[in-house]
């Protein structure tokens, strides 16, 4: 009888310590694709949208014109990404396009909490302003 204690002991044990080499699940945002509505206060361009979404500490969208991807971390309310690249398209039409994705990336780097109210997301910088994304299509 000691021994399948012994055993049964050791089991939850190992699976104790399983458990907490994972973070606590707070990412909300996880498994849905967002669509970007807003940066601050200007609208996308039309015809380039940037989408952005989470999956296991990886995040990836289009900015516009090029793919991206990176990673990023949540705590709370508190966001942070990282390790953010994208590829080297070069987009001329509209003239404003790279202007706007270069913006965007940027954006992300400044990156420090985020809410979820009505259906949307918002991402706030440290002065304050936000991405503002709605569900993608």
Request: aromatic share 10%; net charge negative.
């Amino acid at each position: 009888m000691m021994k399948i204690n012994l055993v049964s002991l050791a089991f939850l044990l190992v699976m104790l310590t399983a458990c907490s080499a994972f973070p606590a699940a707070t990412d909300t945002l996880g498994g849905n694709p967002w669509e970007l509505y807003a940066i601050g206060k200007t609208f996308p361009i039309e015809g380039r949208p940037i989408t952005i979404t989470f999956e296991d500490g990886q995040v990836s969208g289009s900015a516009g014109c090029n793919s991206y991807g990176g990673s990023y971390q949540v705590n709370g309310d508190k966001i942070a990404f990282s390790e953010v690249f994208s590829t080297l398209m070069a987009c001329s039409e509209p003239e404003s396009a790279m202007e706007q994705e270069t913006m965007f990336l940027q954006f992300l780097g400044d990156a420090q909490r985020f809410e979820m109210a009505d259906g949307q997301l918002q991402v706030f910088r440290s002065d304050g302003e936000a991405l503002t994304f709605v569900p993608a299509k």
